[in-house]
């Protein structure tokens, strides 16, 4: 299988306009997978031959473009797949999204632009895993407003390197913490996000859920407590009463639906791990009074106009178009100030909860 096609430096305006480098950009090192393993190729040739794949391949500026901020690690997710013994059509869909890409503009707002295409919807995508977070903040968004929150981090003391092992104790345990008589007297229903990071000093795996909860007030003590009895062995917890129901929405989903943290994401070995930790288990779930609440809603493309496939305002932009020029700067601004907005602080694998004075 092809590798994707990406971009490695973002174009320049209005000097320049360079279409992405179409070329491979995996590492030497990294090329012993089943990519370039002909028997794993041959039993699925069926499928990255057929008349749709070669089709898909002429849409590879438009996946450049989707996937251009992360590269690198986007090509180590592709070989952890493989590795993974993922279906091959869960392989050729994650290779092909962004493909069939085209831009749309806003009725209400003109000079808005958005960009739809075929999606993978893998979570180990980083902009599927940017628009799933939206998604959820936005159903929660709904639901929390005028409610009293509190917002709940649980933590594991991890046994063991395996990854599927761990996740299964923390739902295990935090299952157990919800039919603890404390647990029910103070808590009516709530959300929680699944966050998992790896420590390779230790070579161990920190999972911890993040969770959203409505009801009285929770004694930090009390619910360490609880915790301990509930898991055994850990008792690390943070609890703290929530002012802005907006902001700490968001804040947990923007992290907690994308599962690549950075302490993963530079590993091919550790991508594999989790992917395969990961296969058949909810990373979003609720619970009590909120369970049925649906953390997903459809893409709505009313109020939109159709401009042009994306394909075709890269080429009008290299042939000098300037109002297609000006179309992809302004894709492009929003992408990088997305991108700037959700990137880790240095030297932390997430920057840290939002202060004062979102907490009391």
Not at 233 to 261: G, L, M, Q, W
Not at 286 to 311: C, P, Q, Y
Not at 320 to 342: F, V
Request: hydrophobic share 35%; with cysteine; proline share 6%.
């Amino acid at each position: 299988m092809s590798q994707p096609f990406l971009w490695s430096d973002p174009p320049t305006y209005p000097d320049q306009f360079r279409s992405p480098d179409l070329s491979s950009s995996v590492h030497t090192q990294e090329s012993d997978h089943r990519d370039h393993d002909p028997s794993w190729r041959a039993k699925h040739e069926d499928l990255f031959s057929t008349p749709e794949r070669i089709k898909a391949h002429n849409h590879r500026d438009s996946i450049a473009f989707r996937h251009s901020g992360w590269a690198s690690t986007r090509n180590r997710v592709a070989l952890a797949l493989q590795d993974s013994d993922a279906p091959a059509s869960r392989v050729m869909a994650f290779d092909e999204c962004g493909s069939r890409a085209y831009v749309l503009e806003s009725l209400t707002q003109p000079g808005h632009y958005r960009i739809v295409s075929s999606k993978c919807k893998d979570r180990f995508c980083k902009p599927c895993a940017r628009e799933r977070a939206g998604r959820v903040a936005r159903s929660l968004l709904d639901h929390v407003e005028h409610k009293e929150l509190r917002f709940i981090t649980l933590t594991l003391k991890t046994q063991t390197p395996n990854l599927r092992f761990e996740l299964d104790r923390l739902y295990k345990a935090f299952q157990a913490l919800r039919r603890r008589k404390f647990w029910r007297a103070h808590v009516a229903g709530g959300a929680a996000l699944l966050e998992v990071k790896h420590n390779a000093d230790k070579d161990r795996w920190h999972p911890h859920l993040h969770i959203l909860v409505e009801g009285r007030y929770v004694p930090h003590t009390k619910l360490a407590d609880e915790w301990r009895h509930a898991t055994g062995d850990s008792f690390v917890v943070d609890i703290r009463a929530v002012k802005d129901n907006a902001r700490v929405t968001h804040y947990i989903c923007k992290y907690a639906t994308d599962p690549i943290d950075r302490s993963i994401g530079k590993s091919v070995e550790l991508l594999t791990q989790a992917i395969d930790a990961f296969r058949g288990r909810k990373s979003c779930l609720t619970f009590g009074t909120w369970r049925g609440v649906l953390l997903v809603d459809k893409d709505d493309e009313t109020g939109w106009r159709h401009i042009a496939s994306l394909n075709q305002l890269l080429w009008d932009a290299k042939d000098g178009s300037e109002h297609a020029r000006k179309i992809l700067a302004s894709l492009w601004t929003y992408l990088e100030a997305t991108e700037k907005n959700r990137r880790p602080h240095q030297g932390r694998s997430r920057p840290p909860p939002p202060d004062a004075p979102l907490f009391p």
